[in-house]
């Protein structure tokens, strides 16, 4: 198969470093039909290819001279700098230039990036941020939203639902993934004013396998392979959780398991709901994050997970 | 001074056997004008003070017939069983019969016990449920709600932060609490409808000392001695927490500062917002968790916490 994945080379706190070598990286491994598209500074991109011995014959380079900043207003900042490298990723990923889209910058400038050129998926709300939950079991589960939509209405968590369970049966290959909503308690009286009614749409539906209300305890057992809720509570517990990584880190306590909290393990993170693949990383982002957004991209392309998502929005409409 | 603590004898998983071993720990260490109150089945109670060599003139007990079990719906449970070890326990904090109330069993009974005996503080819009917050530089930090109010408006954020901030200076001795609101961004244009509004509010008083925003990464570092969120979002990052000390736990990790996270560590966490002490124990409270509730509440009643948030609420209306 030949696909093109188009890496913004200018995001995140190390660029261009860490996301050409990054690139490099991945690249080794690639078969032939799978190209890599670097988009920044095209001389810097060159030198950092060159500097480490890879072929610059195996890239793409296409040249941007403008930069998002990570404190930058989303919205003002992709309208007015037409030639950064997010602006850029996207307009490509519209023309389908490139198959998908990767950038460790500006999270919110990659969102409206996102909804200004390739766009919401017909029938989808709002598209969502999902984080990957490491199961104690050794599976992966999904939680969904972290940080997109702070308020959210009963029927856009109802789509979160759907939206997170295509990505676990296409993307981890999950059997009828589990589906639960975060909560206050198990029972469906508990809960809150959006909880309560978006319990009562997923209980109705057989759109997917919603297992009810789980609980702040039941992140990494084996109750839920899709975690639904808002961005606001998805955002606070993402954090949470990585300052508990940071602080065992820092306390020199190792453990394979808390291991795989540190976002290094799984490189980024896939904005559902759109009409494109497209993986948001980390600002700090390694080499080795990058290489494995690379990879990420690379299986939600394979796995048709956007046209799966098309179908079942438009049965569902 | 004088003083009598209550204790529900017949709350929690392990009642009565814990509570009463627990009182009998505590006792030992208390001065002689402070006298516990066991409440809940008198025979089951002295039996387990005979059979534990305590001296059962140093303890008053209150027979009650009936139990609140821990699934009941609260508000049916306090009407109708009038017998009851919690709801004999709140006739004796209004009747000033006791200075105090401590129990592990259902909280919902509690906290509507409490809304209908002693009754929320003039002013006081909706009482709430803390959690102590183990700061990793050895201080302690509260954060609140943690349940009793799963949608909060703006103003009762607000009073959140008042009260949270009136505890920490009362009961944890901090000097000018820094009160921080639980967001997903610092900047004050980030949140969801309920904390852009109430950060408004916050910015705006000289009631306490507010610092801003904080973030899910920012629980356990100084920025804030005081964490205000709703109890949605509280509850469960609390649960979250619990179920990383369990995996901690599990794995055979052992460390002082996770070890706090232990809920023994603290025995049980006050309702504040109510005229009177009134702490809340977890469901599995062991001895040492009730000996330390039973500390509890003797530091919130000897700091007149209630009567300073009496008059603050007094002078805010």
């Given at each position: 198969m030949s696909m093109r994945i188009g890496i913004d080379i200018m995001g995140g706190d190390y660029a261009p470093q860490e996301a050409v070598l990054g690139a490099i990286m991945a690249q080794k491994e690639l078969p032939a039909g799978i190209r890599l598209v670097l988009i920044g500074d095209r001389e810097r991109g060159l030198k950092l290819l060159r500097d480490n011995g890879a072929d610059e014959n195996l890239f793409d380079l296409v040249h941007t001279t403008e930069v998002i900043e990570m404190a930058e207003s989303p919205t003002k900042a992709i309208t007015q700098k037409k030639d950064s490298s997010i602006a850029v990723g996207f307009h490509l990923l519209k023309d389908k230039s490139i198959d998908s889209f990767i950038s460790a910058g500006n999270t919110g400038a990659m969102l409206v990036g996102a909804m200004y050129s390739?766009?919401?998926?017909?029938?989808?709300?709002r598209p969502v941020i999902t984080s990957i939950v490491p199961k104690l079991s050794g599976g992966m589960g999904v939680l969904l939203d972290?940080?997109?939509?702070?308020d959210c209405k009963p029927d856009v968590l109802f789509q979160f639902g759907l939206l997170g369970s295509l990505f676990s049966q296409n993307v981890y290959k999950t059997v009828n993934p589990k589906v639960g909503l975060l909560s206050i308690g198990e029972e469906k009286e508990k809960g809150n004013l959006a909880t309560l009614a978006a319990h009562q749409l997923m209980a109705d539906t057989d759109m997917f396998n919603f297992i009810g209300n789980i609980e702040?305890?039941?992140?990494?057992?084996?109750?839920?392979d899709v975690i639904v809720c808002d961005g606001f509570t998805g955002n606070i517990v993402l954090k949470f959780a990585e300052s508990i990584y940071g602080i065992l880190h820092k306390k020199n306590i190792h453990d394979e398991w808390f291991e795989r909290f540190n976002y290094e393990y799984w490189g980024g993170t896939p904005i559902l709901g759109i009409n494109a693949p497209v993986i948001i990383g980390h600002g700090i982002s390694s080499a080795k994050a990058f290489n494995k957004m690379i990879g990420l991209a690379r299986e939600v392309t394979e796995s048709n997970l956007i046209s799966k998502i098309k179908s079942s929005f438009e049965y569902a409409t």
């Open positions: 390739v766009k919401a998926i017909e029938g989808v709300i972290v940080g997109a939509n702070a702040g305890r039941d992140f990494f057992n084996d109750m839920a």
